[in-house]
C-alpha cells in the first residue's frame, strides 16, 4: 500500500521561499509521475505540477515562473519549490501520485495528507 | 480561474439521486481528454472517486457513476447517504498554453 508524506515548515515570509517534501513509502518512486496540488484555505483545488521519476517536468502556467519540483529517487521523496510567496500562497499543500501509464491517464489516485503552509511576517 | 465549472451546490434527499456538472471546452474535455473525479470529505484530502470518465476504484460503490459528452462530464450518485456529503471535483487536461492539468471548481453535496 503506497502511501505519501508531506513535510515541510508550515510558517513561510513573504517574499522567500518554500520548500516541502513528499516521502513515498510502500512502493517506489518509479515508473509514475507525482503531482503537487494546493488548496486555499475555503477554496477548490489548484494542480501546481508534477515529475516523472526520470526527472521531467510540467507546471502550472500559472505559477511555472516560481516553481521547481525535484526528485530524489535514492531517498524515495519529491520536492517542491515555490518562490518570492506571498499571502495568495497560504494553503494546504497535498503530494499525489499521478498514474499516466503507457500514455494513458488514471487519475491521481494516492494522495498524502496535506500540509498547510501559511505565509507571513 | 478554473477552465473547469461545476455547480457550487447540490443537495438531495437520502435516497434520492443527485448528479454534478463539469463544463469545459474544446481545449480540454471537448478535446477528447479524460475526466476524473474526487471526494472530498470535510478536514480530508481529496480520494479518487472514478477514472477514465466512467470507471471506479476498487472499493468505490457502484452508486457513484461518472459520464462524459461533448464538452461536458457528469458524475451521478444514487442512493444519496449521509455519508455522501463532501465536495465533489472534475478533474482534465488542457491542451492550452503548454498543456496542464485542472480541476473543477468544485461543488458541495448536501444530504438533506
Known amino acids: 500500500q503506497v502511501q505519501l508524506q508531506e513535510s515541510g515548515p508550515g510558517l513561510v515570509k513573504p517574499s522567500e521561499t518554500l520548500s516541502l517534501t513528499c516521502t513515498v513509502s510502500g512502493g517506489s518512486i518509479s515508473s509514475y509521475y507525482w503531482s503537487w496540488i494546493r488548496q486555499p484555505p475555503g477554496k477548490g483545488l489548484e494542480w501546481i505540477g508534477y515529475?516523472?521519476?526520470?526527472?521531467?517536468?510540467n507546471y502550472n502556467p500559472s505559477l511555472k515562473s516560481r516553481v521547481t519540483i525535484s526528485v530524489d529517487t535514492s531517498k524515495n521523496q519529491f520536492s517542491l519549490k515555490l518562490s518570492s510567496v506571498t499571502a495568495a500562497d497560504t494553503a494546504v499543500y497535498y503530494c499525489?501520485?499521478?498514474?499516466?501509464?503507457?500514455?494513458?491517464?488514471?487519475?491521481?489516485?494516492?494522495w498524502g495528507q496535506g500540509t498547510t503552509v501559511t505565509v507571513s511576517s | 480561474q478554473s477552465v473547469l465549472t461545476q455547480p457550487p451546490s447540490v443537495s438531495g434527499a437520502p435516497g434520492q439521486r443527485v448528479t454534478i456538472s463539469c463544463t469545459g471546452s474544446s481545449s480540454n474535455i471537448g478535446a477528447g481528454y479524460d475526466v476524473h473525479w474526487y471526494q472530498q470529505l470535510p478536514g480530508t484530502a481529496p480520494k479518487l472517486l472514478i477514472y477514465g470518465n466512467s470507471n471506479r476504484p476498487s472499493g468505490v460503490p457502484d452508486r457513484f457513476s461518472g459520464s462524459k459528452s461533448g464538452t461536458s462530464a457528469s458524475l451521478a450518485i444514487t442512493g444519496l447517504q449521509a455519508e455522501d456529503e463532501a465536495d465533489y471535483y472534475c478533474?482534465?487536461?488542457?491542451?492550452?498554453?503548454?498543456?496542464?492539468?485542472?480541476f473543477g471548481t468544485g461543488t458541495k453535496v448536501t444530504v438533506l
Open positions: 515529475i516523472y521519476y526520470s526527472g521531467s517536468t
Open positions: 499525489a501520485r499521478h498514474a499516466i501509464v503507457l500514455m494513458v491517464d488514471y487519475g491521481m489516485d494516492v
Open positions: 478533474q482534465s487536461y488542457d491542451s492550452s498554453l503548454s498543456g496542464y492539468y485542472v
